[in-house]
């Protein structure tokens, strides 16, 4: 794995350049999206011990992820959504079934594709279709994302806190594409009823930045009979990095995947 490491605040950021496949002679697919200015350092642990439980898994880096904030800043929401619709209508043309798993803005994105795709389940974690600041996001970001490009990541989160974490991907909002995923996320919301795959959705008590009520929002927005809720109480936002709760995370994944695969 090509991590790239350097220094941010005392703390290290945490990147990856790299797509990841495992277990790629299984007809049991598992599309895995990771969250926004993130890479597949989110997801790739995640990938590879779901390809150690027997699934097809791959682990990829959305358009303007990976890479740099300036490429972020230019990517489309049609970007994102072709990207990841061409994704998984490859991994259909090759396996039986079908899974996703998609986290913070990958969690939108595993929505919109639920929507799209006879899918055989999904898990949506982290989700964010409300946003923590709604004046920054919903006013302040479409007027000036175009003269204000980048905000710092630490200013997310309260004084108290903000020098004890780790920031993963890039270390700013890239504005112009946060400015797209609030645009995906007005989208999708108009499109959970259309979901009805059968659906885990995932979330952590303590969340610093997606809020709880997007539990209730996806839980109670999609249409699927089959659909449970799974709350953390020691991970943060990252659900599937190294974390005190990564083991019950990734245990209830495959438990649930097992579930439906074998019916």
């Keep these: 794995m090509e991590i790239i490491e350097g220094k941010l605040n005392r703390k290290m950021e945490y990147f990856d350049t790299k797509n990841y496949e495992f277990n790629t002679e ?6 895995i999206i990771h969250g926004f200015t993130n890479s597949t350092y989110e997801t790739r642990e995640l990938a590879e011990y779901l390809g150690n ?25 049609t970007d994102w959504l072709e990207f990841t619709e061409q994704g998984v209508a490859e991994m259909s043309a090759r396996c039986d079934k079908v899974y996703v798993i998609g986290i913070s803005m990958g969690s939108v994105l ?24 709604y004046f920054s996001t919903q006013i302040f970001t479409p007027i000036f994302h175009r003269l204000v490009p980048y905000r710092d990541k630490r200013l997310s989160y309260k004084k108290n806190v903000r ?9 700013v909002w890239p504005l112009s594409a946060l400015n797209e995923m609030r645009k995906l996320t007005n989208q999708v919301k108009k499109e959970l009823h259309k979901i009805k795959c059968p659906a885990l959705v995932l979330h952590s008590e303590i969340d610093l930045l997606a809020l709880q009520e997007n539990i209730s929002i996806v839980y109670d927005g999609i249409s699927s009979d089959i659909k449970e809720k799974f709350i953390v109480k020691q991970a943060n936002h990252n659900l599937f990095i190294t974390n005190p709760d990564q083991d019950l995370i990734f245990k209830k994944i495959t438990s649930f995947f097992n579930q439906l695969r074998n019916n």
């Design 26 to 31: 299984c007809k049991n697919g598992v599309y």
């Design 53 to 77: 439980q027997g699934f097809y898994t791959h682990a990829i880096n959305l358009p303007g992820h990976g890479t740099t904030p300036e490429d972020c800043n230019r990517v489309k929401i």
């Design 110 to 133: 595993a929505l919109h594709l639920s929507s799209v795709f006879p899918l055989n389940g999904a898990v949506f974690a982290s989700t964010v279709l409300k946003f923590k600041d």
């Design 163 to 171: 020098d004890s974490l780790n920031y993963y991907g890039y270390k």
